[in-house]
């Protein structure tokens, strides 16, 4: 299984990135796809997913800022972030869950810094 997450970098408060994560090694539809972020010091933590048939699921402190879709054409899961603030600075990476449990594979991980 491999999960290539990309899209981070450097922004200022307010701003928006797009990341993509694209899967290999899983029958993707059949997945639920999610999205974690770990910030130096602290826990990885989940901030989105979506269910196969498409429900959503997000951290409050994301809502309404923070799109979660997925492509299964593609095996490709997306999270659209928008009104950045300093504290979504992390290391974010995708993952995926078959029945209840997350796969034990994380990949490289893509870096996004929010600046004040």
């Known amino acids: 299984v491999q999960l290539q997450a990309s899209g981070g970098g450097l922004v200022q408060a307010g701003g928006s990135l797009r990341l993509s994560c694209a899967a290999s090694?899983?029958?993707?539809?059949?997945?639920?796809m999610g999205w974690f972020r770990q910030a130096p010091g602290k826990q990885r933590e989940l901030v989105a997913f979506?269910?196969?048939?498409?429900?959503?699921y997000y951290k409050d402190s994301v809502k309404g800022r923070f799109t979660i879709s997925r492509d299964n054409a593609k095996n490709t899961v997306y999270l659209q972030m928008s009104g950045l603030k300093p504290e979504d600075t992390a290391a974010y990476y995708c993952?995926?869950?078959?029945?209840?449990?997350?796969?034990?594979?994380w990949g490289q991980g893509t870096q996004v810094t929010v600046s004040s």
């Open positions: 979506v269910a196969t048939g498409g429900g959503t």
């Open positions: 090694g899983i029958i993707f539809r059949k997945y639920t």
């Open positions: 993952n995926a869950k078959y029945g209840s449990i997350w796969l034990d594979t």
